[in-house]
């Protein structure tokens, strides 16, 4: 999401005032807009304030106007400019405008002026409110010709947010909000930072200027692809021989995919005129190098040239507003969506080891734009809903002796298993984030010692002294084991806003245990919310002296709308509850 300010820095800010002026002009048969952006606050103590920072897009121009205190200027050599380190991005900051004052006291006014132009509507940006107690007004006007019509969408999870829109006159339409209390932080809540999400939208007549739905902004960015070829002659026969002696189509996509995965590096080519627009897919091809939406694009020519049915998908890694409206920066990574006979079927080219069909689970859930940029389908909005929460799968085999150590077998699913890849550096450090990745979601019991012994399972060593209790009469094991990312949830239960989980999760323990003069009656525990959320534990005897303990977790959704919440809150409550109750065996010779 667009966000103007690095709110760290305003924390020692009385007040603050925001207001923006955006001037509306023809550019032929296109639009622009230059935007004047006035900060203002009140320092609360000396010393609070230093510097604060304002960041300017690939597609937008920005200068510092006016920094003045108290009313006197003081911009000259108060204002410095730096790149910050980049991430993959469909459309990122990579210039930061710093504000810096010395010897700022208590009550000083600061004021900054700042001009951003965009010489298109489509870039121009939503509004984040950012959600500070100290906020005291946050205006926006906008400044057209008298056959442009302007309208605000306000996206915000705040059933209390007020606001009003004004037609001064038939050149200028405004802005403001009327009630803007500052919201507490809340756990599991992926929107603390802001109030709301402003988007102003400009038509002329049916024309939408601003490119706000699906279908105007899809033909918008075509239009941007309108000079890059396909791929050239030379390299179709190549593509065809990517895929080789294969006749499943799926196995065909599958080798078209792993080229573009494995045999393109990841590389961020952050030029201006890259920001948003891939390169030609036989330069990809050629240079064997790109970034997310080079290899989204090579791999929809790649695979258009098979016959296949190929999209680009734009996506956001991190929860956004709910929103009708479009804009460049609502998104930060480009994936694939194939459509084949078995529906859709998405796919990361950037991730190094996600085989077809499985994407990283921050994009659980999120809202994907999907884009035929090779055909004539209209663009389309799909939930990304790849299969296989994250997790891992572990079976024990030993005895009730707690201070033996147990040979265990372990398999990884998802994000964990494609994590533990990617971070695989050596022994020790392989032995570390294994060791700690599984431990952290295990109560009472170390998992150590791993050693793989093929692409799914590692052989590993399982230390339950602290999980088994022995006494003469009875063995306890705890009847709920998994450390589960749920503790305090229940503080959400009275406020109206949804809960975000910060990710899925299945969770697998089996545990098959020698108990030679101790005997097992079957025991069941459950707690289950359909299919999203789900625990079970259970205790069955195989044998006179063997028994099969079994805990199954899954959380297979991370949000939980306001309505939902109830359910999830009882769940955690339950589980958290029951930590303490034990699953028992007996002598067989009292």
Same mark, same amino acid.
């Given at each position: 999401m667009y966000c103007f300010l690095v709110l760290a820095v305003l924390i020692g800010s009385e007040s603050y005032r925001f207001q923006a002026e955006i001037h509306v002009r023809a550019m032929g048969e296109r639009f622009g807009a230059v935007t004047l952006e006035t900060h203002e606050f009140r320092v609360a103590d000396a010393g609070t304030w230093t510097s604060v920072d304002f960041a300017q897009a690939d597609n937008e121009r920005v200068t510092v106007r006016e920094v003045n205190r108290n009313g006197r200027s003081v911009i000259s050599g108060a204002v410095s400019h730096f790149s910050p380190d980049l991430q993959d991005a469909f459309i990122s900051d990579v210039v930061v405008h710093r504000v810096s004052l010395d010897s700022v006291k208590a009550d000083d006014v600061v004021r900054i002026v700042l001009e951003r132009t965009v010489d298109d509507l489509c870039y121009l940006p939503a509004f984040s409110v950012p959600n500070m107690a100290t906020l005291k007004s946050y205006e926006i006007a906008v400044f057209h010709d008298a056959d442009l019509e302007v309208a605000f969408e306000v996206s915000s999870l705040d059933p209390d947010i007020k606001f009003e829109t004004n037609h001064t006159d038939d050149k200028s339409t405004r802005f403001s909000l009327t009630d803007f209390d500052h919201k507490v932080q809340f756990p599991f809540f992926a929107h603390n930072d802001s109030v709301t999400t402003v988007i102003p939208q400009l038509k002329r007549g049916?024309?939408?200027?601003?490119?706000?739905?699906?279908?105007?902004?899809?033909?918008?960015?075509?239009?941007?692809?309108?000079?890059?070829?396909?791929?050239?002659?030379?390299?179709?026969?190549?593509?065809?021989?990517? &895929?080789?002696?294969?006749?499943d189509p799926r196995d065909q996509m599958t080798q078209l995919y792993q080229f573009v995965r494995d045999q393109v590096r990841y590389d961020t080519d952050m030029s201006q005129?890259?920001? &948003?627009?891939?390169?030609? @897919?036989?330069?990809?091809?050629?240079?064997r190098f790109g970034d997310c939406k080079d290899k989204a694009y090579l791999l929809c020519a790649l695979a258009a040239n098979a016959g296949f049915d190929v999209r680009f998908a734009l996506v956001s890694t991190s929860p956004q507003m709910p929103s009708s409206s479009i804009r460049p920066q609502f998104f930060n990574h480009v994936v694939n969506v194939w459509f084949g006979d078995d529906g859709p079927v998405f796919m990361d080219a950037t991730s190094k080891h996600a085989p077809l069909g499985e994407l990283a689970d921050a994009l659980f859930g999120q809202e994907a734009l999907v884009m035929d940029v090779m055909g004539h389908t209209s663009p389309q909005r799909l939930v990304i809903e790849p299969p296989g929460a994250p997790g891992f799968s572990i079976s024990v085999r030993g005895t009730l002796t707690p201070e033996v150590t147990h040979g265990a077998m372990a398999r990884l699913e998802g994000d964990f298993k494609y994590g533990v890849i990617n971070e695989k550096h050596g022994v020790v450090d392989f032995e570390n984030i294994i060791s700690n990745l599984i431990t952290s979601?295990?109560?009472?019991?170390?998992v150590d010692y791993f050693r793989q012994v093929d692409s799914e399972q590692y052989q590993c060593v399982a230390d339950l002294e602290h999980f088994v209790v022995v006494t003469k009469r009875k063995s306890y094991l705890p009847s709920? @084991?998994?450390?589960? @990312?749920?503790?305090?949830?229940?503080?959400?239960?009275?406020?109206?806003?949804?809960?975000?989980?910060?990710?899925?999760?299945?969770?697998?323990?089996?545990?098959?245990?020698?108990?030679?003069?101790?005997?097992?009656?079957?025991?069941?525990?459950?707690?289950?919310?359909?299919?999203? &959320?789900?625990?079970?534990?259970s205790l069955d005897s195989v044998d006179q002296d063997h028994s099969k303990v079994s805990y199954k977790l899954l959380i297979n959704?991370?949000?939980?709308?306001?309505?939902?919440? @109830?359910?999830l809150i009882e769940f955690a409550r339950n589980y958290f509850q029951h930590k303490n109750k034990m699953l028992t065996l007996e002598r067989g010779d009292l």
């Open positions: 049916d024309d939408v200027l601003t490119c706000d739905t699906p279908t105007v902004f899809g033909a918008w960015y075509k239009s941007l692809l309108r000079d890059l070829h396909s791929l050239a002659p030379e390299d179709q026969a190549f593509a065809r021989a990517l &895929i080789g002696e294969a006749t005129q890259h920001a &948003i627009v891939p390169h030609a @897919p036989s330069t990809v091809l050629a240079k979601f295990l109560y009472k019991i170390s709920a @084991p998994f450390v589960i @990312p749920l503790d305090g949830v229940w503080e959400r239960a009275d406020d109206p806003f949804p809960v975000f989980l910060p990710s899925r999760l299945q969770l697998n323990l089996t545990l098959d245990l020698e108990h030679k003069g101790f005997k097992a009656n079957p025991q069941e525990f459950a707690l289950s919310a359909g299919s999203d &959320i789900d625990f079970r534990a959704k991370k949000f939980w709308a306001v309505d939902e919440k @109830p359910v």
